[in-house]
Structure formats: C-alpha cells, structure tokens
C-alpha cells in the first residue's frame, strides 16, 4: 500500500480524531503491511518485533469490528506476560478515546480473581488478557466466547515458549469458527507457522523486518575468556557510562546473581524474571521507565512489555541461542529518533551463535577491543528518582492529576521535582527526585489526594 495517511483506510471519523490527537499522522511499515486486510476481515500471520507499531496495527482493526451496544466479548486478545496485556489495553484505552462507551477487560494473573470476575458481568467488548487467567475464568463460566469475532496472539512465539500451546487451543475451541484470526510474532519458528495452520483460514502472511543501521544503532562485540563476563560488565559500563541498560540473561540465578554484582559496585540494578512475585516483577519495570534505577538484568520473556523510548543500552551478557532474539533484543534501544547502543559479550564457545548472526543479518559483526577501553573506577549509576507507592488507584478514581495537584498544592513541591505518574487499578507510583522526598513523604502521612487520606510507603 503506496498511501501511508491513515485517512486512506476506511476508519470512523473518531476513530481517525483519536489517532490526530495521538500524534499518529502515517502508518508505521506493520500497520500499512496488515490494516487493510485486518480491515477486510481477512486472516493474518504477522512477523514483527515490539516497538514497531503493531499494537496500534491490531488495536485499530479490532475497534473498528466493535458494536458498542453488544455488551458481549466481541474481541479477545492474547498476551504472554500480565505487563504485555496491561500495556495494549493502555493503548486500546487511547485508540477508543473518542469512541463512546467501548469496554476494555485485563484479564491476567497476580492479581485478584474477583474484581475482574465483576468486570466481566458487568459486559465489556474487549477482553486483554494472559491465557492461564483467560481459561480460568472461561471454565468458571465467567467469560463468554461464543458471540466473539476477532482473536489477537499477541507475541505469539514467546506464548509457546512458555508452554501455552495447549491452554490456547483450549481457549480457541470455545470461540465460533467464523472469527477472524491474526497472529502476531516476534520470530517466526516451525511451531508458529504450526499453529497457524491450525486455527487461521487462508490468512495473509507479512513480515516486517527492522535492520538496524550502524547510524542508528552501534552494536559490538567483545571477545572474552570464559571466566570473564562480570568484569567485562563492569569494564563496558564504566568506560561507556550509559544513563541506563538492560543487560539480557539467559537463566533467572544468573538475572539475580548480575544484578547483586551490579549493585555491589555502586551500579543501582533490579533483576526481573518469572520467579519473581508479580508485584516485585511491576515495581521493578516502574522504577526502571521512571529513573528511579537505571540498569533493568532480565530474561526475554520477563522483558516482554517493556517499552522504553530513550534505553541508551542493550547488553547481551550472553548471546541468545536464536538470531531473530538478538535482533529483537537490541531493537529495543535507538527508538523515537534517538540513537542507541548494542553491546554483547562472546567468549570463543559463542562462535557458532555469532556466524548465525552474521548470516541472519546479512552482514559481519564488529569487535570492540575490551583491552583498549579507558574505564572511570568511581563511576556509580544511581537512579535520579526514587518511587512512592500510594494505596489508591484507578478503581478509587485516582487520576495523574490529583496526585500532581496534591504534591505542587498543599504538598509545596516543584513540579519540576515529580517524575512520571504510574495508575494501576489498586494503586499509583509517583516518582520524585531524591531531595523531594521527605517533603512528599511527610505530606502523604498526613495530607489527603482527591480528598481522602492514602497511605504511601518507599520502594527499593
């Protein structure tokens, strides 16, 4: 498709104010690739990594199939991780914002069954959701499929990965067979093009594949021996001084074990992976999109979810197994115009990985000299904020504003000392500079936002 204004596909005239108001003035390269068939109804099998755009892609389509007087699900939408699905019904949430009356439903673990077993009789369109949580609540007759007619996997590849493939096919036996199907992958390996041909009619195929351009983002290579790989951490960090990374892992002792080595040489870091508790896995990725710690050591499917527009670094710590995951990974970084930085450490038994590498991208690596790096001993890495949690969310009608009025109000901070302003259902996250937060502390012990009494606690 030559036209990339959205005003060239037949969208309601909200629907295309929304996407004005957004900013969103032409199709990303995945959007232009599946929206007029997702338009028509067709099926589709789309390969594309995060940040390109295909949130928006299959959050427009969907909305658009909505009748917002069926209080029924009409369209469900399949994420592997709780941080994934909170952030594409964030969007769906912007996408409908002058669409009267349209319901979003999270559906995911880690939280409380009940509130969102009352969601869901109370009638929504859309339900976002993990596919544990989403057949939990089907087999308890909560959840309603038969009337639905748009499936989204979204990150398909990393769902099997988990061990899904068998609680999704379960799902999608319940839903009608005349709904349409699209299926979106970071990674395109046998078992998706499997599943594909199982649960999709004729669907289109499109693969969309960023190359990352050396102007854009500087990737090398850092040959090691074996035993080397922390103080070649520590070496890269302070010769480079990033204002922050994410270093990838393969393992979760290995996630923890780096960032306690981190955090030992005054580099502040915070480990996320599936063990932990999904409270500590949210408050974890808050405080890194905040500032409040500047250095993120996960695994892949842990990092699913995370979009941040300015990551100066991408660390492999060690090389994936797959090519398309380290594309993948370091496509995370040199987003929204700004540059970004891709480093990976290799030791001679990662040769083979590097070669398939260099034939994925169709281009050979550049090596780095770790010898020839002019290292600052005292450089630390601290965040430049620090997060206060409040016991008050979305479901107390708690909105950025009233936390912001409360804070520069009778608070008497700066604006200027108030960092982002996180609302989930149950509670909010503020971050505020480090000089500010006895100030806010002290106020929220006593003060009220939006007119009750909240209480607020420190995270570390």
Not at 315 to 331: A, K, Q, S, W
Request: hydrophobic residues 40%; contains cysteine.
């Amino acid at each position: 498709m030559s036209d990339t204004a959205f005003s060239s596909l037949p969208l309601s005239q909200p629907q295309l104010d929304a996407l004005t108001s957004l900013g969103y003035d032409s199709m990303t390269a995945i959007q232009a690739e599946t929206l007029p068939w997702l338009l028509k109804g067709r099926d589709v099998v789309a390969q594309a990594k995060t940040g390109s755009g295909k949130t928006a892609a299959f959050g427009i389509s969907v909305l658009n199939s909505i009748n917002p007087r069926f209080f029924g699900v009409q369209a469900l939408i399949l994420s592997p991780t709780r941080e994934l699905a909170e952030q594409i019904t964030s969007e769906l949430r912007k996408l409908a914002r002058l669409m009267p009356n349209i319901k979003v439903t999270t559906l995911c673990g880690g939280k409380p069954i009940g509130p969102q077993i009352a969601s869901l009789e109370h009638g929504t369109h859309i339900v976002v959701g993990t596919p544990g949580r989403v057949n939990d609540l089907h087999s308890k007759n909560c959840l309603k499929l038969d009337q639905l007619k748009v499936l989204i996997l979204d990150e398909a590849d990393r769902m099997l990965d988990m061990g899904f493939a068998e609680v999704i096919h379960h799902i999608i036996d319940q839903t009608p067979e005349s709904r349409q199907t699209a299926l979106f992958s970071a990674t395109y390996p046998d078992t998706i093009q499997q599943m594909s041909e199982s649960i999709q009619k004729s669907p289109v195929s499109v693969k969309v594949i960023s190359e990352h351009k050396q102007d854009v983002i500087e990737q090398l290579f850092f040959d090691i021996n074996k035993n080397e790989r922390d103080q070649a951490l520590i070496k890269l960090i302070q010769h480079y001084k990033p204002a922050n990374a994410v270093i990838f892992c393969h393992t979760k002792k290995q996630c923890d074990d780096v960032a306690q080595w981190l955090s030992s040489q005054q580099i502040q870091a915070a480990a996320i992976h599936g063990d932990l508790e999904q409270r500590d896995r949210d408050q974890a990725l808050i405080r890194f999109a905040n500032n409040s710690c500047p250095v993120l050591v996960a695994t892949d499917v842990a990092a699913r979810g995370l979009d941040i527009a300015a990551l100066e670094m991408v660390i492999n710590y060690e090389l994936p197994r797959d090519p398309e995951v380290y594309v993948h990974r370091i496509g995370r970084t040199g987003r929204a115009g700004e540059k970004g930085m891709a480093i990976s450490i290799v030791t001679p038994a990662d040769a083979p990985r590097v070669v398939a590498i260099e034939n994925y991208v169709s281009e050979p690596v550049h090596y780095g000299n770790l010898s020839k790096l002019k290292t600052d001993s005292g450089f630390t890495l601290q965040g430049k904020m620090t997060t206060i949690q409040l016991d008050s969310g979305r479901k107390n009608k708690i909105r950025p504003g009233d936390i912001l009025g409360a804070l520069t109000g009778d608070a008497g901070l700066n604006g200027q000392q108030i960092g982002k302003i996180d609302i989930r259902d149950m509670s909010s996250y503020v971050a505020v500079e480090h000089s500010a937060l006895r100030q806010a502390m002290n106020y929220l012990a006593k003060g009220k936002v939006k007119g009750r009494s909240v209480r607020a606690r420190q995270i570390r």
